[in-house]
């Protein structure tokens, strides 16, 4: 299991009533993580219902700058 990965599941377990999308940006910030494991890991992990595809680039630039 590669750490983005074990950062959201343990946040996401602990914060049962938040969205995916916010538990994979808790897990992200502040942890310098490369562009390309951020959008790999974002197109796993993350609910397509918690954005539409229009919002999607502008998600994935906001969570490469935390």
Known sequence: MKSLERRYNNISIKNE?????IC???AVTKQKFKKA??????????DKNDYSRKE?????????NL
Do not use: A, D, E
């Open 17 to 21: 009533l938040l969205s995916s999308y």
């Open 24 to 26: 994979f940006s808790m």
């Open 37 to 46: 494991t951020i959008y790999y890991w974002f197109n796993r992990l993350v």
């Open 56 to 64: 999607k680039r502008n998600l994935l630039k906001h969570l490469c």
